[in-house]
């Protein structure tokens, strides 16, 4: 079964810690993946996607396929990334499930000062 | 607002109703993506509209049903309601057929006495 886990529904950390939000995913291929973010007050939206490698407000997340995992980085966390986090994925762009995004539960970060 | 939007923002009506909720995408995008949010089941996607036809179908009831209309706006229409049915409903866009970019309108919720 395609399945997205987060097991952390919380996570707190220090202003200036590093920050890791843990994802797992199952799937039957190559899936896409993502991480969706929603600041408080604000709209959901993208963060990043795997396939584009790129670091977004100092984030970062590495595709590990042997652990099927797809965590979510960043060496020293600031205030502003208070938020609740998505870790997201759905078909390769050919597949009849390319628009059946899997969210997952979600991890609410809370950054202290 | 050149975003994605979503009318009404709000909505409250008794079990048995029926209810229409509408979106609007951002300029340019052809495909709207259905999202229903509950606390037991999460974030999870309900139906896909590319250019005026049904792409995608997710996990959407049979007593939900939506439409996407020629100026591209798509609306949601759901019958029978059940109180299980409160929940925020997510509408995106995107300019693609994937949503490997889309973009998030506010949600509408939906409270079902």
């Known amino acids: 079964a395609q399945r997205v886990t987060q097991p952390e529904k919380l996570l707190s950390v220090f202003k200036g810690a590093p920050v890791e939000l843990k994802c797992n995913y199952s799937?039957?291929?190559?899936?896409?993946l993502f991480w969706y973010v929603q600041y408080s007050r604000q709209r959901l939206q993208l963060l990043l996607r795997?396939?584009s490698r790129e670091s977004i407000k100092g984030f970062t997340a590495d595709l590990n396929k042997g652990e099927t995992s797809f965590h979510l980085k960043k060496p020293f966390a600031q205030e502003e990334d208070s938020a609740m986090y998505y870790c997201a994925l759905s078909g390769p762009p050919t597949s009849e499930s390319a628009s059946k995004i899997i969210f997952g539960s979600g991890t609410r970060l809370s950054i202290r000062p | 607002d050149s975003g994605v939007t979503q009318t009404p923002k709000h909505l409250i009506t008794a079990t048995g109703q029926r209810v229409t909720l509408r979106c609007s995408p951002r300029?340019?995008?052809?495909?709207v993506y259905w999202y229903q949010q509950s606390l037991d089941q999460g974030l999870q996607f309900l139906i896909q509209?590319?250019?005026?036809?049904?792409?995608a179908k997710g996990n959407i009831l049979e007593r939900f049903s939506a439409q996407q209309f020629p100026d591209l706006h798509s609306e949601l229409n759901l019958s029978s309601l059940e109180l299980g049915d409160s929940a925020l409903y997510f509408c995106a866009s995107s300019v693609a057929a994937t949503p490997y970019e889309q973009y998030f309108g506010p949600g509408t919720r939906l409270t079902v006495t």
């Open positions: 509209y590319y250019n005026g036809e049904e792409r």
């Open positions: 300029s340019g995008d052809l495909s």
């Open positions: 799937y039957s291929g190559s899936p896409e």
């Open positions: 795997h396939i």
